[in-house]
């Protein structure tokens, strides 16, 4: 599934990312597993492929800072930074524009969007010629050591992948810093190949680093993302009146939503956001969920559930 890097190569993967397949592809950092950001479905392919535990939000990957600017808003600072660091390993947390086109899935139901431009050659070209954002976490099984080489990622993802564009060994070789504009103060969410310290520089401000606790809004932290305001209820069979019923599987025809009706984890990943989000609304006192089998992407929606019904 190795296919060295080559105009041929670059341009069968971004057909194959256009279509909702899931490609790797090297960047300076590490290898990402790329798929279409604006896509439920593909980006549930990557949690299933990485059998990622949880839903944490993924990087998304442009080509240039326009394209960020389509997708999140980009204030002073963010302007800045991307003119002092883009492209390179930084990933920037930015307010999602109302419009964004980026999956709830991709960011975990936030209202942000971790973002930034590869310092690659081979990455810009795949993501230019796919002519989308793709989303990327690192190209490996999760809880795995990330991949700097082609050869690392299918040891770590085996036959999993249909395509793995081998563009060399990793410059940087560890992930991008995670910096959260979203605030006043600019805070490191993740250290990685940009210092505190440059980024001081360039912002003539301090940088605050988060703590291990703080709540998680971008890859590599550990907490919680969107909540809904309505209580949740989990592995309810009906709902009480004047509740919603979030259903998973054929038995519910009158479920007020149903994440899979054919009983797909894949599927129901793709939808879980969005749907709470349609049910997180005044017509409803609260949100039932019937169960969700604990195996596969059925861990990821649990923990999720478990989350977002946890005492407020």
């Known amino acids: ?83 002092a660091f883009w492209p390179g390993p930084l990933t920037l947390v930015l307010p999602r524009l109302p419009n964004s086109p980026i999956s709830l899935l991709a960011s975990a139901g936030l209202d942000s969007i971790a973002i ?75 250290p990685g190949g940009v210092s505190a310290q440059e980024l001081e520089a360039v912002l003539g401000q301090s940088v605050g680093i988060a703590k291990h606790d703080a709540n998680i809004v971008a890859p590599g932290m550990m907490a919680s993302h969107y909540a809904p305001e309505r209580p949740m209820r989990l592995n309810q069979e009906k709902a009480e009146p004047g509740e919603a019923l979030l259903a998973f599987g054929p038995n519910y025809p009158h479920a007020t939503l149903n994440l899979s009706v054919r009983g797909e984890l894949t599927e129901a990943a793709a939808n879980l956001f969005a749907m709470m989000r349609r049910l997180d609304i005044p017509d409803y006192s609260a949100i039932a969920v019937t169960p969700i089998p604990q195996s596969g992407l059925g861990l990821a929606i649990n923990d999720r559930l478990s989350r977002a019904a946890a005492p407020k």
Do not use: W
């Open 1 to 83: 599934m190795i296919e060295p890097a080559s105009d041929l190569s670059i341009a069968k993967g971004a057909e194959m990312l256009a279509q909702g397949q899931v490609v790797a592809f090297p960047t300076e950092t590490v290898y990402g597993l790329g798929a279409d950001a604006t896509s439920d479905p593909a980006i549930a392919s990557i949690y299933a492929i990485k059998n990622r535990p949880t839903f944490n939000p993924l990087i998304v990957h442009v080509a240039t800072p326009d394209d960020a600017k389509a997708l999140v808003k980009v204030d002073d600072r963010a302007e800045t930074l991307m003119q």
């Open 116 to 190: 930034r431009q590869p310092d690659h050659p081979v990455a810009l070209a795949l993501i230019r010629r796919a002519g989308r954002p793709i989303a990327a976490p690192s190209a490996n099984a999760s809880g795995s050591i990330s991949p700097t080489t082609a050869q690392h990622v299918e040891d770590s993802l085996g036959n999993r992948l249909a395509l793995i564009v081998d563009g060399g060994p990793c410059r940087v070789g560890v992930e991008s810093t995670v910096l959260d504009l979203t605030q006043a103060d600019p805070t490191i969410l993740r």
